[in-house]
């Protein structure tokens, strides 16, 4: 949808509910060289994102990045440990969040701050989405078939 990247996104009310950003699409006008349409998936900042980092830019003039320091996975039968779903530790950064709050390679995590994770990429979207530098949250985490909590304070994502 050409110059629609960077124009709101409206639900049905007329509320802005994102920033577009992009469109995947494989179609065109017609004709060698012809314009994109606007048919395909199109993409969107959500709005929360939107106002956080906007905030963050305002007063600071950079943005912030919560950071775990831990490299993740998704769960499968191998190493889920009975768990079906999750995000196993793979790697931790040394000094970092992970490390100091005691997690361990091989640690399934499987909530944040009581949200049920799926896999790593719903950890990082949740830890984004809800958290920032600084804060103190609490993962779930499955060791040796043992369910318990820890407290971890996120640190600052290197740039």
Excluded: C, H, W
Aim: proline share 5%; glycine share 16%; no cysteine.
């Amino acid at each position: 949808n050409p110059g629609n990247s960077g124009g709101p996104l409206f639900d049905m009310r007329g509320r802005v509910i994102g920033v577009n950003s992009s469109i995947r699409t494989t179609n065109s006008t017609g004709g060698l060289g012809g314009q994109p349409s606007n048919s395909g998936v199109g993409f969107a900042v959500p709005v929360n994102t939107v106002k956080r980092v906007a905030a963050q830019l305002m007063e600071t003039g950079q943005v912030r990045y919560p950071y775990l320091g831990a490299s993740l996975g998704p769960v499968d039968s191998q190493v889920g440990d009975g768990v079906k779903q999750g995000a196993i530790v793979s790697n931790l950064v040394a000094g970092e969040a992970g490390e100091r709050a005691g997690l361990k390679v091989g640690d399934i995590i499987t909530a944040f701050n009581g949200q049920a994770i799926k896999d790593p990429d719903a950890l990082i979207g949740t830890m984004l989405s809800t958290a920032k530098v600084g804060d103190t949250v609490t993962l779930t985490i499955v060791r040796g078939g043992k369910s318990q909590d820890i407290k971890v304070t996120l640190g600052e994502r290197p740039r």
